[in-house]
């Protein structure tokens, strides 16, 4: 598989053009979107991961064996940016998931320990409200024990969806996420 950056963005009119399908990944900042990129691709270090959160501020874009893309979109909820910027960030990723129409699939993706925030759930039933498919995503289940596991994945799917368990530093869940992301594209 080849995958290759794009484009760094931070305004609609530098997305790219070639009308592939998409794959957006977006979560809370920290949650690992980046990371799961990294696993998806077997590239660890194509997606910018780090300790800071809020580090990925702009989309990027990645083509994915030059047939679609993985769009990473900067996390949200992270208090320390100051509110000029989530306002920017909100007009941003708004003006990304209402008007992109190469957008085919979105994982929202969420830290197992914390479950649903306020925000994944604006988020979810924003997708909800528009037919937008996407894929639940729980993510860094290495740092839990069974049980916890186990409590984790109840309390997601409380919300009626059925979380994909997934692992950056173990691969877990890489292969399940994938069928889950060709059975979409090869359907739409
Ligand atoms: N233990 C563990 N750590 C993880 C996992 N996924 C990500 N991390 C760590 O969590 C931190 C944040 O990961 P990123 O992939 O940068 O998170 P992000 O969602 O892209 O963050 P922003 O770009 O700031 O929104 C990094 O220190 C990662 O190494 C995982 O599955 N398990
Ligand atoms: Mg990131």
């Known amino acids: ?20 399908p998409e794959v957006a990944f977006l979560g809370r900042s920290n949650v690992g979107k980046s990371s799961l990129i990294n696993a998806l691709t077997g590239q660890r270090k194509l997606a910018f991961t780090s300790n800071t959160p809020g580090r990925t501020q702009t989309i990027n874009f990645y ?13 949200y909820g992270y208090a320390r940016v100051p509110t000029q910027f989530t306002n920017a960030w909100k007009v941003l990723i708004e003006e990304y998931l209402e008007n992109r129409e190469t957008l085919k699939l979105s994982c929202l993706v969420l830290d197992t320990r914390r479950g649903w925030m ?3 759930l604006d988020l979810k039933r924003w997708l909800d409200h528009h037919g937008r498919p996407y894929l639940v995503i729980a993510t860094k289940v290495d740092k839990l024990n069974q049980s916890e596991l186990e409590r984790g994945l109840r309390a997601i799917r409380k919300e009626g969806a059925e979380p994909l368990p997934f692992s950056a ?20």
Not at 67 to 72: A, G, L, R
Not at 171 to 188: F, H, K, N, P, S
């Open 63 to 75: 083509r994915i064996d030059g047939n679609s893309y993985f769009v990473d979109l900067p996390g």
């Open 169 to 188: 530093v173990t691969g877990r869940g890489v292969r399940e996420i994938w069928q889950a992301i060709t059975t979409t594209l090869q359907t739409r």
């Open 118 to 120: 306020e925000k994944d």
């Open 1 to 20: 598989m080849k995958a290759e950056f794009v484009v760094s963005s931070g305004r609609p009119e530098t997305f790219p053009r070639d009308r592939l």
